[in-house]
DNA sequence: TTTGTGTTTAACCATCTGGTTAAATACAAA
DNA sequence: TTTGTATTTAACCAGATGGTTAAACACAAA
């Protein structure tokens, strides 16, 4: 809910070793080792992703002796996915067609400021999407 | 399914003000103006995040007269939920101390390095989530 | 043609990001 | 205590990001 947490975790999610860390968590927790070994990068690169996943709260971090091992903690994908989720009638069927026809009921509001003597035809092009 | 347009996509949804622009043309498209009305910023501040929004492929700008209508195209943040949704188990229900359990189990793998004559105990704390 | 409105582009700036190498820290093992 | 392994911290760097103001562009209307 909180949108701070929001921001931290889409952009945690928004580079691609950060994405491919959580998808090895997902089988399990390991240390950074191991999460360091499929990329081509320098162990402290590892350390701020994981970081960045930590302050995101996607992750957590164990101690167990020189090892940090870390853990995948889903909760915070919740809160995206459901953000995301008031979208879902976007995506789905024929929404398209139907937000043209949708947007055209409710061309009488006055959508534009200074707009008193327009013509009321469809914003772009004839009959589909806006190019 | 592309890497690429996840990181777009994700990066355009950290930012609180494009996700309220989002969120405003979820009702029906409008104009640059009518998206920059609830926001302290100026007018280029806000073209620059429309552009961000159009190169994520959450938006497609049209054209008419000196307008630049704004709609949604929700097609990628389905791709972003279909990304997310594969750490759906891992959020709902007792998954995290089920996730213990298999943790455990798959122990036996040498997760680490050099192991080889360590103990064999959890990897943190007796029983629960890693502190 | 001039004027006014809507929007983008240009140039600039501070801060964040994602990487590097070198050094420090934490601990186990010898 | 020394040595070796795992990891983080510090310092640095280039490029991206998010904002600004001023100027340019696109078009409608007078």
Known sequence: ?????????FAALADPTRRAILERLAEGMTT???LAAPHDMSLPAISKHLGVL???GLIERGREAQWRPCRLKAAPLKEAVDWIGQYRRHWEESFDRLDEYL????AKKPVRKGASREKSRKLSGPGTAVR
């Open 103 to 106: 947007q055209e009921l409710q």
């Open 32 to 34: 950074v080792t191991q």
């Open 54 to 56: 930590e302050r995101s």
């Open 1 to 9: 809910m909180s949108p701070d947490r929001l921001n931290a975790v």
